[in-house]
């Protein structure tokens, strides 16, 4: 007996389910979206023999469970927090801004310029950071297609269609071949059909202004030269005080400079707030794939070695668990993290005293620097050490292109010690899947 998807058809959230139910080999029926309105007060809505589902993303992660040997859901327990971790990424990081850049586009709400200028500027930043992870990663999780690839490939599709024009799309190469890739699958072709990219500059140039040409006629009132002593009636020089004028007021109406010190503290504010957020993150996933040292990019502290030892202060804080937003608590995990600048890589290693005996901290750092170059710049103790790379465009060194390959080698370092978890076929954990494992 099929199962009943009441959603709205041509909804991108709508696709990750139909996606993810033609790779499990799920038959789906889609009756008119009122039905279940009217039902259950909302959609979407999976009708099941045993039960309704509702919410878009529990809908495609209960569909990419069904069938283990596709695997939509992960080969092991790590590979679905991965998978979890890009579908959260996307849902926060993409999708909203994608929404508010492409929404007005199809007429939903009328357009706010300041909000779109901030939604392009997030888009871009969410695509460098797919297009980085997809410089050595055929797909976004694993080998194969997972429910990550066909969360972030259906979120996606509308603007690929509407407002990801080809300049726009130029510097996010790998993203381009990796969105081919999956468009080309059959899957998503049934579901999505073919999706044409959008053009040079969106949308085409209107034409209408083409029949200016009527009005030549207009040359007929060309006599009225007599008219020219107009000209001593409009002196020029008596428009200059009123510009003067203009710019005094903008002057007044312009916001003062803010002390340097100040934007130093907020941005600290938000170096700490992110560095604590991401500790708990950490925490997690470590709890989660067992591992014991873990290496991850922060954005705030933009490159800055001071502020990036911040944030490493934020994340080894002492968690407080009776807190309504916990923060830190990832003190006893090595950690390197790293911070892109417009000028540099900055990069903060850390190893807890307990674990010096399994890794020196220094030589780890100077290990994933030495790929680029890099130099140690200080050793604040046996556990803490900051270092950095310089860019240089003269050699391709970019902060952004090296970051990935300098944590894949932070990685393989550990690796190469025994202390960095391998994926095993006949690993325990091959033998424990189910909904449990995988926590919504």
Same mark, same amino acid.
């Given at each position: 007996?099929?199962?009943?998807?009441?959603?709205? /058809?041509?909804?991108?959230?709508?696709?990750? *389910?139909?996606? =993810?139910?033609?790779?499990?080999?799920?038959?789906?029926?889609?009756?008119?979206?009122?039905? *279940?309105? %009217?039902?259950?007060?909302?959609?979407?809505?999976?009708?099941?023999?045993?039960?309704?589902?509702?919410?878009?993303?529990?809908?495609?992660?209960?569909?990419?469970?069904?069938?283990?040997?596709?695997?939509?859901?992960?080969?092991?327990?790590? %590979?679905?927090?991965?998978i979890d971790s890009w579908i959260?990424?996307?849902?926060?990081?993409?999708? &909203? /801004?994608?929404?508010?850049?492409?929404?007005?586009?199809?007429? &939903?709400? !009328?357009?706010?310029? %300041?909000?779109?200028?901030?939604?392009?500027? $997030?888009?871009?930043?969410?695509?460098?950071?797919?297009?980085?992870?997809?410089?050595?990663?055929?797909?976004?999780?694993?080998?194969?297609?997972?429910?990550? $690839?066909?969360?972030?490939?259906?979120?996606?599709? $509308?603007? +690929?269609?509407?407002?990801?024009?080809?300049?726009?799309?130029?510097?996010?190469?790998?993203? +381009?071949?990796?969105?081919?890739?999956?468009?080309?699958?059959? !899957?998503?072709?049934?579901?999505?059909?073919?999706? *044409?990219?959008?053009?040079?500059?969106?949308?085409?140039?209107?034409?209408?202004?083409?029949?200016?040409?009527?009005?030549?006629?207009?040359?007929?009132?060309? /006599?009225?030269?007599?008219?020219?002593?107009?000209?001593?009636?409009?002196?020029?020089?008596?428009?200059?005080?009123?510009?003067?004028?203009?710019?005094?007021?903008?002057?007044?109406?312009?916001?003062?400079?803010?002390?340097?010190?100040? =934007?130093?503290?907020?941005?600290?504010?938000?170096?700490?707030?992110?560095?604590?957020?991401?500790?708990?993150?950490?925490?997690?996933a470590a709890d989660m794939g067992?591992?014991?040292?873990?290496?991850? *990019?922060?954005?705030?502290? $933009?490159?800055?070695?001071?502020?990036? !030892?911040?944030? +490493?202060? =934020?994340?080894?804080?002492?968690?407080?668990?009776?807190?309504?937003?916990?923060?830190?608590?990832?003190?006893?995990? @090595?950690?390197?993290?790293?911070?892109?600048?417009?000028?540099?890589? =900055?990069?903060?290693?850390? &190893?807890? !005293?307990?674990?010096?005996?399994?890794?020196?901290?220094?030589?780890?750092?100077?290990?994933?620097?030495?790929?680029?170059?890099?130099?140690?710049?200080?050793?604040?103790?046996?556990?803490?050490? +900051?270092?950095?790379?310089?860019?240089?465009?003269?050699?391709?060194?970019?902060?952004?292109?090296?970051?990935?390959?300098?944590?894949?080698?932070?990685?393989?370092?550990?690796?190469?010690?025994?202390?960095?978890?391998?994926?095993?076929?006949?690993?325990?954990?091959?033998?424990?899947? @189910?909904?449990?494992?995988?926590?919504?």
């Open positions: 007996m099929p199962m009943k998807l009441y959603a709205h /058809p041509g909804n991108y959230k709508t696709h990750k *389910a139909m996606i =993810a139910a033609k790779y499990v080999g799920l038959e789906v029926e889609t009756p008119p979206a009122a039905t *279940a309105a %009217e039902q259950t007060g909302k959609i979407p809505v999976l009708e099941t023999p045993q039960g309704c589902i509702f919410s878009s993303a529990a809908i495609a992660r209960y569909i990419s469970r069904i069938n283990r040997q596709v695997a939509l859901y992960g080969q092991n327990l790590l %590979e679905g927090g991965m959260e990424f996307c849902t926060h990081e993409l999708e &909203v /801004p994608l929404c508010t850049w492409v929404l007005p586009k199809m007429g &939903v709400f !009328e357009e706010v310029p %300041e909000a779109t200028a901030c939604a392009k500027e $997030d888009v871009k930043r969410a695509l460098s950071v797919l297009n980085n992870h997809l410089l050595h990663n055929t797909y976004m999780v694993g080998h194969t297609i997972t429910l990550a $690839d066909i969360s972030v490939c259906c979120a996606l599709v $509308d603007g +690929m269609k509407l407002v990801l024009d080809e300049e726009f799309r130029k510097p996010f190469g790998n993203v +381009m071949r990796w969105f081919s890739l999956c468009t080309a699958q059959p !899957e998503f072709a049934s579901v999505l059909g073919t999706v *044409a990219l959008c053009g040079k500059g969106g949308a085409a140039p209107k034409k209408e202004a083409a029949p200016k040409k009527e009005a030549a006629p207009k040359k007929e009132a060309a /006599p009225k030269k007599e008219a020219a002593p107009k000209k001593e009636a409009a002196p020029k020089k008596e428009a200059a005080p009123k510009k003067e004028a203009a710019k005094k007021e903008d002057k007044k109406d312009a916001k003062p400079a803010e002390d340097p010190e100040e =934007a130093r503290k907020k941005k600290l504010k938000k170096v700490w707030k992110e560095g604590g957020k991401r500790g708990v993150e950490i925490e997690g067992g591992l014991q040292f873990f290496c991850t *990019a922060v954005d705030e502290p $933009d490159g800055d070695l001071e502020l990036l !030892e911040k944030s +490493m202060e =934020a994340m080894n804080e002492k968690s407080d668990p009776t807190e309504e937003e916990r923060k830190g608590g990832s003190g006893h995990i @090595g950690k390197m993290i790293f911070s892109c600048g417009t000028e540099q890589l =900055a990069v903060c290693a850390y &190893v807890p !005293e307990e674990k010096l005996g399994e890794l020196n901290c220094k030589e780890w750092l100077e290990k994933a620097l030495s790929l680029f170059s890099g130099t140690v710049t200080k050793e604040a103790s046996k556990s803490v050490c +900051m270092g950095c790379v310089k860019a240089d465009p003269d050699k391709g060194v970019f902060p952004l292109k090296i970051r990935e390959p300098m944590i894949l080698e932070a990685n393989n370092f550990l690796r190469a010690r025994g202390l960095f978890p391998e994926d095993n076929g006949d690993s325990d954990d091959e033998m424990v899947f @189910g909904d449990d494992d995988f926590p919504s």
